[in-house]
């Protein structure tokens, strides 16, 4: 029978990566309870949110450099581990800007 392979995955350091430039530039725009916000309010929606990003990322992808950006994104979208590490990685940064501003 037929077998889909995918031909590009996700690797745990590029998801690890994503969330890093995704968290810094939250921070970097001081929109860190908006963000934080937003994301636990889509918790529930997600794996459907990931699952539309999967399928429109041959769309998407001829509009960037990097091909592989919406597929890592919708990785995270649909993995709810992933999304938490996200809503953590962002209220860290937060905490650590508060922290130096005081």
Not at 23 to 29: C, E, L, N, S, T
Not at 69 to 78: C, E, V
């Amino acid at each position: 029978m037929f077998q889909w392979q995918p031909g590009y995955e996700t690797t745990p350091e590029a998801a690890n990566q994503l969330i890093q430039r995704v968290a810094k530039a939250v921070q970097r725009f001081g929109m860190e309870v908006p963000a934080v916000f937003f994301l636990e309010l889509s918790k529930p929606i997600s794996f459907v949110a990931g699952s539309l990003v999967h399928a429109f990322t041959p769309l998407l992808g001829v509009y960037t450099e990097n091909e592989h950006i919406f597929t890592d994104a919708a990785t995270i979208l649909s993995d709810r581990t992933l999304l938490e590490r996200l809503i953590c990685r962002i209220e860290e940064l937060a905490k650590e800007a508060d922290q130096g501003r005081h």
